[in-house]
């Protein structure tokens, strides 16, 4: 059974990039025919799908985040990360990663268990 974690800093300093790294185990994030996506829930608000990288290594966005936001993989370490720049409060949330054969569900099949991540001003 696959398992997802996510790993990077609690804490972001208003303007700055968050990276945030999902290691997978379990199965490998190029196999046929997933999507590991980053999905985040800020407090008091519903799920929000950011985007997805596909086994094959090609990437989907939100279009609201478009010209924010880089999906990238390190496949001989079964790794994906999330980097999100010029971050604001409003970037505070929950962070999961997650997998699925859909690219931009907000109701995968597999999660993390998810990182708070609070942006300071």
């Known amino acids: 059974q696959v398992q997802l974690q996510e790993s990077g800093p609690g804490l972001v300093k208003a303007s700055q990039t968050l990276s945030l790294t999902c290691t997978v185990s379990?199965?490998?994030?190029?196999?046929?025919?997933?999507?590991w996506s980053w999905i985040r829930q800020p407090p008091g608000k519903g799920l929000e799908w950011l985007g997805a990288i596909a086994y094959s290594g090609a990437t989907h966005y939100s279009p609201s985040l478009k010209s924010r936001i880089s999906i990238s993989r390190d496949t001989s370490k079964n790794q994906f990360t999330l980097q999100l720049s010029s971050v604001t409060p409003e970037d505070t949330a929950v962070y999961y990663c997650a997998r699925d054969v859909v690219p931009d569900t907000v109701n995968p099949s597999s999660w993390g268990q998810g990182t708070e991540v609070a942006v300071s001003s």
């Open positions: 379990g199965g490998s994030i190029t196999t046929n025919y997933y999507y």
